[in-house]
């Protein structure tokens, strides 16, 4: 029950992310997009060690998009 809770809790992060994502003149610092993917990648391992699994599989997801953005909307992208 919990994994399911959890997981509906992170699938709002998506569609937060993909304007982002999709908005070429978007712009997000790589200092700030670099410590929200540390944070994800801990949340990862804290809910696959307390044996969920749905959870850490949307939050690794939500994890490749900040990568993306990272990568292609960081410092003037």
Known sequence: MWDVLITLGNL??????LPTIANKRAYVPRL???ISIAGILIVIVGLAGAGLVLSP???AA???MWGLIFVFRGDGG
């Open 32 to 34: 700030t997009s670099g």
């Open 57 to 59: 599989i949307v939050v």
């Open 12 to 17: 709002v992060f998506i569609p937060a992310l």
């Open 62 to 64: 939500i994890g490749v």
